[in-house]
């Protein structure tokens, strides 16, 4: 059926998720898209024993997007598409992953990033990522849960000099 949120979280599947936003948009699919995560045979469990029974969870390499795009597309699911990173993000449009808003929730603060929201951290690379992502007519957005006020990612990150368009 479709995409009915993309996420860039790198907490995955946690309470924000799974008491605001599934409701919000009545998902009943959630697909993790994560290289690492898929290769961690117990961080997969852990995710998957979290989510209640009702709602499918797929945990998929970013390779795998392209044997993914039929399912999710011409299936009865409305499904959320959570992101570890901005990386991955791009990696799946690129690789056939159509959604036309990029939602930012939370990205926690390593060593080289900065802060541009409480809950948002990124480097030179991730702003480059979300450019190219904006460049290809993706609206990104800086919002933690649906209650929120949405903001556009790139008014606010002119605010920081150094990372303005």
Request: proline residues 2%; positive net charge.
């Amino acid at each position: 059926m479709s995409i009915v949120l993309a996420r860039v979280d790198n907490r995955l599947v946690h309470g924000q998720v799974l008491e605001t936003w599934v409701p919000f948009t009545k998902a009943n699919s959630i697909i993790v898209l994560n290289d690492d995560v898929y290769n961690n045979q117990l961080q997969r469990g852990i995710i998957q024993s979290c989510v209640p029974s009702y709602i499918e969870v797929l945990i998929k390499r970013i390779e795998d997007v392209p044997s993914l795009l039929d399912y999710i597309y011409s299936s009865n699911i409305r499904c959320i598409i959570l992101f570890f990173n901005i990386h991955d993000a791009l990696a799946a449009y690129k690789s056939g992953l159509a959604f036309n808003k990029l939602n930012l929730g939370n990205i926690h603060c390593h060593t080289g990033r900065r802060q541009v929201t409480r809950t948002i951290y990124l480097n030179n690379e991730d702003i480059e990522g979300l450019k190219v992502l904006e460049g290809m007519s993706i609206k990104i957005e800086i919002k933690t849960v649906p209650q929120e006020k949405g903001a556009d990612f790139f008014k606010k990150v002119a605010k920081i000099s150094s990372w303005a368009k």
